[in-house]
C-alpha cells in the first residue's frame, strides 16, 4: 500500500513539477514577448524622430534657402498682396485683380482686348491693377510645365529689375503666348525676352530664371488662388467682386461704379 502511495507520490510531483515547468517557460515567453515589443516600439520611435528631424531640417531648409538648390519660398521683391505685379499706385482708390495663365488663350483675349484700358486707369492714379498669374495649366504644355517657368520668369524679372520691367514682362509673355499642347517658350527664350526686351540684366535673370528660383512661390501663388474660389482664368476682380462678363464694357462700368461710390 506504502508503495502504491509513493508511486502516486512521485506521479503527482511529476505532474506538478511539469506544470511549474510550462508556467515558467510562458511566463518567459511572455517576458520575452514584451521584450521585443518594447524594442520594437523604441526602434519605431527613433525611427519617427528621425524622419521628423529630417523633415524639420528639409522644412526648415526650404524655408530659409528654397528648397531645391537656388530656389526661394519668398516673394520677389516689389510683389504686393503676396502674389501680386503691380500696376498703378499702392493708394490707388480702387483695386483690379486679374488672375491669369500665361498659356490660357482666353487670357491673352483679356489682355489684348483690355490691356490698354487698365493701363489708363493705373496711370490716372485712380486704380491699382494686380496681376496675379498661377499655373493652372502646367499640363497642357508636353510636361515642361510652361505656366511656372513663365510666372517664375517674370517673378525674377519682378525681383531684380522691378515693376516697370515685369509689367514689359507680363504683356511679352502674352503677346508670344504659345499654342495649348506644346512645350512653350524655352528657358533661352524666356531670358532672351527678359534681357531683351524687358531690359533686365542677363547676369541678374539668368540663373534664377533656369533654376527656377520662385517655383514654390508660384505653387503657393496658385494654391492661393484655389483657395480663394478661382477656378478658371481669366477671372478678374473688382473691390473684392467677380467681375461675370469680363469685357471690356462690363469691366469700365464696374471700375467706373467703384469709383463713384
Same mark, same amino acid.
Given at each position: 500500500?506504502?508503495?502504491k502511495?509513493? +508511486?502516486?507520490?512521485?506521479q ?14 510562458r ?7 514584451? +521584450?521585443?515589443? @518594447?524594442?520594437i516600439?523604441s ?24 528648397? =531645391? ?7 520677389? +521683391? ?11 499706385? !499702392? ?11 500665361? @498659356? ?6 483679356? $489682355? ?25 495649366? !502646367? ?5 515642361t =510645365? ?6 517664375n ?35 533661352d527664350?524666356? @531670358? ?17 530664371? +533656369?533654376?527656377r ?25 473688382? =473691390?473684392?467682386?467677380?467681375?461675370? !462678363?469680363?469685357?471690356? $464694357? ?12
Open positions: 500500500m506504502s508503495k502511495q509513493s +508511486r502516486a507520490t512521485k503527482a510531483n511529476a505532474q506538478r513539477a511539469a506544470e511549474r515547468a510550462a508556467a515558467i517557460r511566463e518567459q515567453e511572455r517576458k520575452e514577448r514584451r +521584450r521585443r515589443t @518594447i524594442v516600439s526602434v519605431v520611435v527613433g525611427v519617427l524622430a528621425v524622419v521628423l528631424a529630417v523633415t524639420a531640417f528639409v522644412q526648415f531648409t526650404r524655408d530659409d534657402a528654397g528648397g =531645391e538648390a537656388g530656389q526661394v519660398a519668398s516673394a520677389p +521683391r516689389g510683389a504686393v498682396d503676396e502674389y501680386a505685379v503691380p500696376l498703378g499706385p !499702392d493708394d490707388a482708390e480702387v483695386t483690379v485683380e486679374v488672375y491669369e495663365d500665361f @498659356i490660357c488663350p482666353f487670357c491673352r483675349q483679356f $489682355e489684348l482686348s483690355a490691356g490698354n484700358t487698365l493701363k489708363e486707369y493705373a496711370l490716372s492714379g485712380d486704380v491699382q491693377v494686380q496681376f496675379k498669374p498661377v499655373s493652372f495649366f !502646367d499640363g497642357q504644355s508636353e510636361g =510645365e510652361y505656366s511656372t517657368r513663365a510666372l520668369a517674370l517673378a525674377v524679372v519682378l525681383d531684380t529689375t522691378g515693376d516697370e520691367a515685369a509689367i514689359e514682362m507680363h504683356n511679352l509673355l502674352f503677346a508670344n503666348q504659345p499654342a495649348e499642347g506644346t512645350p512653350g517658350l524655352t528657358d527664350q524666356l @531670358i532672351e525676352l527678359a534681357v531683351t526686351r524687358a531690359e533686365a540684366s542677363r547676369s541678374a535673370v539668368e540663373d534664377p530664371i +533656369r533654376d528660383k520662385f517655383e514654390q512661390w508660384v505653387s503657393e501663388a496658385t494654391d492661393a488662388a484655389s483657395k480663394a474660389g478661382v477656378n478658371s482664368t481669366p477671372t478678374v476682380l473688382i =473691390e473684392g467682386e467677380v467681375l461675370e !462678363d469680363p469685357s471690356v $464694357e462690363s469691366l469700365r462700368e464696374a471700375v467706373d461704379a467703384a469709383l463713384s461710390e
